[in-house]
């Protein structure tokens, strides 16, 4: 498509001057320009280094963003969505400077419409606020990334989690958004019916664009009836390997799974030691079920005899409530529980999703790679759907362990992408994966800058993200 260097924006400092003097006139202690606040809203989960915004603005409606939008596009100073800071790849980083648009305060429930299973909420909803708004309706999100991250940040990242193997992602579960485009105008993608052959499918456009298109101001989200019944539990395997191939054969069968994760030795080590377990320390896989009272003790029923096959079990499953909620308190607090294994590092967590008949595969060489290389890096993984997760441990200040822990990271995406894979099945590209689009979608990511080009033209949303825009030769 006729591409040359890259043309990144370049950092304009008269216009952040213009741009931050009247944002601090409209919108007073509402626009932040201060030291700490800023890098607060640069901030990564990940190593990465902090790239602060120029001032964070606290929008509370559509109309606002939407004046904020317009005068820094008029500026040409990015515009940088922040949700609650929670992604792992340098989303909200401003490596231009740039205006940090924080939804936290646009975080009402619209709409709750029980009959139709839908919901329009604002973008700073977090998914624990949604279902604590829920509960007296019978109905609830599924969507878990584990962290209490904010529904725009979600859709904009296409967030998954622990229960995708069943109710899938934010891709599924997302029927419109209200986004502001760059040039200022609102657009809703789609109506509340639950299908449409009405032209171009805006909605799966803007979920998992990363800000890079426009600023997610609202969303309208499938719901689900509360399962009449839920089980669960966690079993052992002999390895991990006897663990994929359990996986496999449940999704082979057509257990409707709710929840299948992966935990392997060193993983199991650290939650038991985090959240004073005692599980057997090899690789687990933790499991739930919903249904019908009957149907889940089938389920769970014909699991055990599967994880028998593959010499694994005993598979200790129960219905109470406060023993299942136990177990995915640990398993949601792997992140912390995993950093907790070597104090004073710093945590390079990095994800892949390969087809389910090549994840044993791809995770027994993964673990080899990592023995060898000498990490401390305990694996887990969203295992009904292929995907896994990597925390590596790492001291950074020592060169040459940032040196091997990177080789590392790029070893285990170039072994996902030659199994068919991914380079990332929910973490998003942000700054961290950006030199394997190429290598993951070839020719189809310059269709992916003719889009960005076309939409936004200045590249004043959420730059130096998913791929570097380039100019015409």
Not at 75 to 80: S, T
Not at 322 to 337: G, I, S, T, V
Not at 419 to 433: F, L, P
Request: negative net charge; proline residues 4%; glycine residues 10%.
């Amino acid at each position: 498509m006729g591409v040359a260097a890259s043309a990144e924006i370049q950092r304009n400092e008269n216009g952040v001057e213009a741009v931050t003097v009247r944002l601090g006139a409209l919108f007073g202690d509402r626009f932040q320009t201060g030291q700490a606040i800023r890098e607060q809203h640069g901030h990564t989960t990940t190593y990465l280094p902090n790239q602060a915004p120029d001032g964070v603005f606290f929008a509370e409606t559509t109309e606002e963003v939407q004046e904020v939008v317009r005068l820094c596009a008029e500026h040409r100073v990015p515009i940088i969505p922040f949700g609650v800071g929670s992604s792992l790849e340098g989303h909200v980083n401003a490596p231009s400077g740039g205006i940090s648009i924080d939804t936290s305060r646009m975080n009402r429930v619209l709409q709750v419409n029980q009959d139709d299973l839908d919901c329009t909420v604002e973008p700073g909803v977090t998914r624990e606020d949604l279902n604590h708004y829920l509960r007296d309706t019978g109905l609830f999100f599924p969507i878990d990334p584990g962290a209490n991250a904010s529904l725009g940040g979600m859709a904009a990242t296409r967030a998954s989690g622990t229960n995708a193997v069943r109710y899938g992602t934010m891709r599924e579960n997302v029927l419109s958004v209200t986004a502001v485009m760059p040039d200022g105008r609102a657009v809703t993608t789609a109506r509340r019916a639950r299908k449409s052959s009405a032209g171009y499918d805006l909605t799966r456009l803007m979920v998992g664009s990363e800000g890079t298109l426009g600023v997610i101001t609202g969303l309208t989200l499938r719901l689900y009836g509360i399962p009449q019944a839920i089980s669960g539990g966690v079993c052992p395997f002999p390895t991990v390997e006897a663990a994929c191939q359990a996986v496999i054969m449940t999704i082979q069968m057509g257990i409707p799974i709710a929840r299948m994760e992966l935990v392997n030795t060193l993983g199991m080590r650290a939650l038991n030691a985090y959240s004073q377990l005692d599980y057997s320390e090899s690789p687990c896989l933790f499991l739930e079920f919903h249904g019908t009272e009957a149907g889940v003790v089938e389920q769970a029923e014909m699991f055990g005899e599967i994880a028998g096959e593959f010499d694994g079990g005993p598979f200790d499953w129960a219905r109470e409530a406060e023993k299942r909620q136990k177990l995915w308190k640990a398993r949601h607090d792997a992140y912390w529980a995993m950093i907790a294994l070597r104090p004073g590092t710093k945590a390079l967590a990095t994800d892949v999703c390969v087809p389910i008949s090549r994840l044993a595969e791809c995770i027994v060489e993964t673990e080899r790679d990592i023995a060898e290389t000498g990490l401390v890096a305990p694996i887990v993984g969203h295992v009904g759907d292929g995907n896994f997760h990597v925390t590596v441990l790492m001291d950074v200040d020592d060169e040459s362990e940032i040196e091997r822990s990177e080789g590392f990271v790029s070893r285990l995406n170039m072994r996902a992408l030659a199994m068919e894979g991914t380079c990332t099945g929910e973490h998003g590209i942000g700054q961290g994966k950006m030199k394997y689009m190429e290598l993951e979608h070839g020719a189809g990511v310059d269709y992916m800058r003719a889009i960005k080009q076309a939409i936004d033209p200045l590249n004043i949303m959420n730059p130096g993200k998913i791929f570097a825009m380039r100019c015409k030769s």
